[in-house]
């Protein structure tokens, strides 16, 4: 089954679907082995790794790249950060064709002004929501497969607008034809309520470390009607805090000892990152 199709048909069952949120091809196969059903490319998590805030830094040759690793890594489909398209209506007739050529189920384009934001962040604004519309229109027109996912973001709520006009902005993407609305970013469980209430069935949300957002139990999420689930960072953030403090603790402790003592052991990794298979293939293909 093409990615598109097991993502859409996961989609179509009861209750909140959760991808779990990585920057890289080691990040996906470690949220595959855990058991997660799908993959989020975080933006923010990307363009960290790239060692640049999420302020639109990246090209979208960088973004497609990097998605495409993580689609070869794993058997699970994958959904993509796309920021604004990397342009106006125009680019992203490519970006959309790019991102699927690279196997990936789907992406969000986001109604920011270039150059964009991370949705946490202050001093945001907004393209006309006509603008927006023609931008999605886009997408759908461009892509090939129409089981690829199209998922509408506004950054309304914490803007001028607030929840109206996220509502009004929204609901005019899904008119447009967009598959699912993504909100960022709600800051109080009554505002991912009303979100829920506004687009049942439709609505995903970004389950964050940003310190704006409320991050609250999956199962509220899901009695609320969350249909998508994106754990942006906390995969990113646990990666970073623990080489930040091995690279204090080795430094300090003049020895690798006692980081190597807590780490997963070498059978392991070697597993994770598949070498038994290359053995396999090896062995196969040997003269």
Known sequence: ????????????????????????????????????????????????????PDTGMLTMTEFTDRAASIVASTALPVVCDADTGFGNAVNVVRTTQQFE???VAGIHLEDQLMPKKCGAFAGKQLIPKSEMIGKL??????????????IGRTDAINMAGGLPETIERGSSYLEAGCDLLLVTVPTSEEQVREICDAFPGQAVLTINESGVSPTLPFEKYERYGLKLGLVTLSLTFAAITAMRKAARDILNDQDISQVMDRNDNWD????????????????????
């Open 1 to 52: 089954m093409r990615a598109t199709s097991k993502f859409r048909e996961l989609l179509s069952r009861d209750g909140l679907v959760i991808a779990g949120g990585v920057n890289d091809a080691l990040g996906a196969k470690i949220v595959e082995e855990a058991g997660y059903e799908a993959i989020y490319v975080s933006g923010f998590c990307v363009e960290a790794s790239f060692g640049y």
């Open 101 to 103: 050529r690279v196997g």
């Open 268 to 287: 392991s990794i070697l597993e994770l990152v598949g070498f038994s298979h290359i053995n396999e293939l090896s062995e196969k293909y040997q003269s």
């Open 137 to 150: 229109n886009a997408a759908l027109d461009s892509r090939v497969d129409s089981d690829f996912l199209i």
